[in-house]
């Protein structure tokens, strides 16, 4: 065996995950050769996933995949499967239909995208940011693009919660007296980033209001965590839906719901067509 085989062969042998195969199967050494692109490429993953788990980023061009080495009818072969960065809960949805849909590039939603991107330059860079609150008409997809970021946002290693807020506010409520209330309260007040989907479309009361979304709302502000939500009302038709009635007290208590929603949020419309009825 020349020089050249030998390194190949001993570059290989680097990756414990490796050796280890070739022992379990009692496989020789030059094997590695015959089935060259197999354990070249295992051996690659598994130098993108040591890295992966130092810096808490999924780098490899398969996201959420490592390499496995398979041996059938002598042959060996390198297969991708989940590995089990995503199933560390990363990214958590709360009553979501999770769709696969193409996700549209076009000139209306060009502000929204922009944005995105510069939102996570800043996440990956430490710099702490506003959050985008997509407003529009139904079916314009506003759901679908905060859920597909939310995606790429796990990627760079952070906790995101995304959570379909009507269905969300409803479990709460089932949940009021016990342990879990505050359990699951304090998720959503503590987690990296905070998604909510449909804001606005809840059966709204004091209590949601008050107990519920504004301490939240407070303590994502005190501690500069972001906030995204989409909804299709505005600010303003949407402190209607939190003052409930007329009152002084109530309109008062909503336009503080407002204000915390506008430090977190910057407020972008989505003009588009209904993609779901076209």
Known sequence: MNDLNNKLINDILEDEEIKKFLKENNLKNDVILEFYPAF??????DDVCAKCMKNGQCLNQSQFC???LKLEKGRVSCEY?????ENKGLLKTYFFDQKNEDLYINVERGTIYKKLAEFKKNILNGTPSKGIYIHGKYG??????????????VKCGKKVIYAYYPDMIREIKSFLGTEKFEKYILELKKVDILMLDDLGA???TAFVRDEV??????YRMNHDLPLFATSNTNFELLRSHFAETNSENDLTKAGRIIERLRY????IELIDKDYRNS
């Open 40 to 45: 070249s490429l295992k051996k690659e993953t």
């Open 66 to 68: 490592k390499s496995i």
């Open 81 to 85: 499967i989940n590995c089990e960065y």
């Open 140 to 153: 314009t997809g506003k759901s679908f693009i905060l859920y597909s970021f939310a995606k790429e946002l």
């Open 202 to 204: 809840e059966n709204n």
């Open 213 to 218: 979304l504004g301490p939240i709302l407070q």
């Open 264 to 267: 977190l949020m910057e407020p």
